[in-house]
């Protein structure tokens, strides 16, 4: 049987080599039997695909019948026995397929080497790459979660840089380019049917752009075209801000930080700064006080009525002194 390995063993005995093989059973001649004796044959099938099967077949030698003749169930007296296993694919049992590995090598300079190993067919693969290996200034790619529509074997270069000299060009009103990210391999588009990337980002990097969280945005280069990513804030951990992003497949990538989208927060400041204005309507508050001080300027406690009674008594004055 090509590309099949059998091994048949009596009692522990390789008896390969003189037992019959075919592709329908295994046939051993055992003789010097014993009446009343115990033995066993086993078969072992292997496959080049690593699936193996076994058949064991255990007998006792009959001791002859005391008042009857031997039934034709019953082993030959004289001490022979023929004994058959079937053999063939129906006696394989597949074994349990390996479980998917990752093996992440660290190239440098902003370089991982990437080999998925028995992924599924479906099955999401977790690359956490190692802290630090893929760092472009304030940025930094710590993982990336791909799904595969196949089952099979996947390798990936990725590599990590401020200011590529390969990337494509990206349009400026995008925002400016925080960091890089590249994912090659050789397989087509059509074998990853999704990707997560996720991405740190230092609080001194934003501030560098004059952006926020809220004008950060992931895009992916595809078709001749950077295309903005659906872009999320996942956490804030010691200064610095996680985000992720998902993309439909895998290529170049650059974080953008928008300034203008930042600069659009502090447009309230002037409503605040309006404030200021109700002190001063505030202040005119006072405006009636001199009035009151003009008021009361003269003798305290006397006022407007002493002014009149000065004017009534030199009118009264200067009339007496005509009739005089």
């Known amino acids: 049987m090509q590309g099949v390995r059998l091994v048949v063993s009596y009692d522990g005995t390789d008896v390969t080599t003189a037992a019959t093989v075919t592709s329908r ?40 019948p005391s008042s009857s003749s031997p039934s034709s169930s019953s082993p030959p007296s004289s001490g022979g026995s023929v004994v058959r296993t079937p053999t063939g694919p129906t006696t394989t049992t597949p074994s349990e397929p390996p479980e998917p ?124 075209t950077w295309t903005p990513l659906s872009t999320r804030l996942v956490a804030v951990e010691n200064g610095t801000d996680v985000f992720e992003a998902d993309s439909p497949g895998l290529s170049w990538f650059v974080l953008a930080a928008n300034g203008e989208t930042t600069a659009s927060t502090p447009t309230t400041s002037p409503t605040e700064a309006s404030t200021p204005t109700t002190s001063s309507t505030t202040a005119s508050t006072p405006t009636t006080s001199p009035t009151t001080t003009t008021t009361g300027s003269g003798s305290p406690g006397f006022g407007v009525g002493l002014a009149v009674l000065s004017l009534v008594l030199a009118a009264l004055f200067v009339r007496r002194r005509r009739e005089d």
């Open 101 to 224: 590995s990752v093996r992440l090598t660290s190239l440098g300079d902003g370089r991982v080497g990437v080999t998925a190993s028995h992924v599924r067919a479906s099955e999401p693969v977790d690359l956490s790459f190692p802290a630090g290996d893929l760092a472009a200034g304030g940025v930094t790619f710590d993982g990336l979660v791909v799904t595969f529509p196949a089952a099979g074997d996947y390798n990936l270069s990725v590599s990590a840089t401020a200011s590529p000299t390969d990337a494509p060009p990206f349009d400026a009103d995008g925002g400016s380019p925080l960091g890089y990210l590249s994912v090659t391999h050789a397989f087509g588009d059509g074998a990853v049917s999704g990707a997560t990337l996720r991405v740190t980002v230092t609080a001194a990097a934003l501030d560098a752009s004059a952006a926020t969280p809220d004008g950060v945005t992931l895009y992916r280069y595809h078709d001749g």
């Open 25 to 64: 059973y295994v046939e051993y001649d055992a003789t010097g039997l014993a009446n009343g004796s115990s033995h066993d044959l086993d078969v072992t099938v292997a496959d080049d695909a690593g699936n193996t099967a076994s058949e064991t077949v255990s007998f006792t030698v009959a001791s002859p």
